[in-house]
């Protein structure tokens, strides 16, 4: 299968109360299945992608480091179609143009809610 073909990850739409977080419920992750979701909210402008690792959540913004433009976020891989850049699960460049890893946010885990801290 191409690499650009591969199924999108799922998408949430989350409308949070608070200006500079979300929240995402846990319930959201199936083990084996559903390791990272597409987050969009309306406080940025493009996606965060929340990643599942063990007990840890990683949210990576989804806005190329070369020219900002939206990326497209698979099972394994994180792509521009711009000009080809990617990047793994950690936001880290695999392949440039782009030079600089993804903006993380901080995450932290209450009562089976992760708290994305937008700021
Ligand atoms: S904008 Fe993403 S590689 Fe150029």
Same mark, same amino acid.
């Given at each position: 299968?191409?690499?650009?073909?591969?199924?999108?990850?799922?998408?949430l739409?989350?409308?949070?109360?608070?200006?500079?977080?979300?929240?995402?419920?846990?319930?959201n992750?199936?083990?084996?299945?559903?390791?990272?979701?597409?987050? +969009?909210? +309306?406080?940025?402008?493009?996606?965060?992608?929340?990643?599942?690792?063990? #007990? #840890?959540?990683?949210?990576?913004?989804?806005?190329?480091?070369?020219?900002?433009?939206?990326?497209?976020?698979?099972?394994?891989?994180?792509?521009?179609?711009?000009?080809?850049?990617?990047?793994?699960?950690?936001?880290?460049?695999?392949? #440039?143009?782009?030079?600089?890893?993804?903006?993380?946010?901080?995450?932290?885990?209450?009562?089976?809610?992760?708290?994305?801290?937008?700021?």
């Amino acid at each position: 299968m191409l690499e650009s073909c591969a199924t999108p990850l799922p998408l949430l739409k989350v409308a949070g109360s608070k200006d500079q977080e979300v929240e995402v419920g846990t319930e959201n992750f199936i083990p084996g299945k559903v390791t990272a979701l597409v987050i +969009r909210t +309306r406080q940025m402008e493009n996606d965060i992608l929340l990643v599942k690792n063990g #007990e #840890e959540y990683k949210a990576l913004y989804l806005k190329c480091t070369h020219e900002g433009v939206n990326l497209t976020a698979t099972a394994n891989k994180i792509y521009c179609p711009s000009h080809g850049s990617s990047f793994d699960m950690n936001g880290k460049v695999l392949k #440039e143009p782009a030079l600089r890893p993804l903006k993380t946010f901080r995450t932290e885990l209450i009562n089976n809610q992760v708290i994305i801290h937008l700021s």
